[in-house]
């Protein structure tokens, strides 16, 4: 709602708002279908699949088939299959009665199991929705809560502004059956509440520890604004979490993940190749797609990233606000760490997306603006680039890596965009 509230300003204001985002909305669009011929055969799957008698070998060739099976052997107490890959990959095709399943492996520590065990209870199928809706909506939630307190104006109109600019992250994390909406949702709440509600921010920051490489700044930015109390309460949740899934899952789980999970994670690293470097948006990636061996391509990223970081970390310590800094810290994130994915970015392309939202409500963005917002936030349909040039693989840690250096240099974007106004206009 605006300031004034009269019903007719109030709607005047939204279709404004709608039609300076009209530029935006087409590029995103256009970036996603680049790559339709990839992702929409997949999505097709998946809605094919939970309407199917039958679970096809395309439904069960999700990432999210790992979790209804932790959850499946953390009901049954044999969580052995979790350990070795042969393992997994066994159990995985007999609990679907199918051969031949892509090789997946589990990867995740073991408290992760707390928030995945009760999928155990339902099939594949009903899993599937209710996972994607439960954390799909969470994220949302935290959207709008980012929305309501950063807006002044019509934030309904932004709102639905920014969810139009996720969609293609939206589609990603339906189609690969991803925890992007879970962490995604997790971050948002903690940097939400890092301030007001230092518990409630602790164990959504506890609650990252299950996908560590999401939150390795994190530590620096707490420090940095003394939110001592969260850290302190980010420790404590931590060691609960862990404490209760040792005592429910039994202290092996942990000494499995130490001595199996976590080596064979290093062995997939350094010797995997194919679809899920493609699906990392990082320069470690990127080398490594190209055909770089592991040391030389980590060497290479972590000389890029943490130029970039570091040039980031002083804007932080500069930046006016807590937005500004929020979103500084989730583009270094995804700069600085060598192993993430398209569908980790939802956090930072949820902030991407309000600050591209919040610029319309007063100017149209110019054609720059509008193809520099809808490559960053179509990065999650236009990605993977399979099959390209290897010059062209390093377009999306370049991309990324844009956004960090822009906000870097406009204080984490908080000042005013002259890309997004017209000539001889002032935003």
Known sequence: MNASGHPAETAAIAQRIYGNAARLFLCVFLFSMVNAGFWAPALT???????DGQVPADFANRDFANYWLSGRLALSGDLAALGAQSDHQAALEAAFGLSDLEPRNWSYPPHFLLLT???GWLSYPAAYAVFMTVTGGWFIWAVWAFVHRSVPGDTRAVFVVTIVLLIPFFCLQFLAGQNGFLFGAAMLQGLFWRKSRPIAAGLMFSVLTMKPQLGLLLPVLLLAERRFAAIVWTVVFTGVLTGLSAWVFGFSAWMSFVHITMPYQQYVATHWGGLFLHMMPTWFAAFRAAGMEYGSALALHACVGLALVLAALHAISRAPDEMARSRLLLAATFVLTPYAFNYDLGALLALAGLELARRTEWQ????????????VMALPLWTPLLGRPDPVLILPPLVLSGLLLFWTASGGGAIRWPLFTKAGSVS
């Open 45 to 51: 799957d998946v809605i094919g699949g939970l309407f």
């Open 364 to 375: 149209s963005a110019r054609w720059t603006a509008a193809l520099g917002g809808g490559l």
């Open 117 to 119: 065990w009760p999928l």
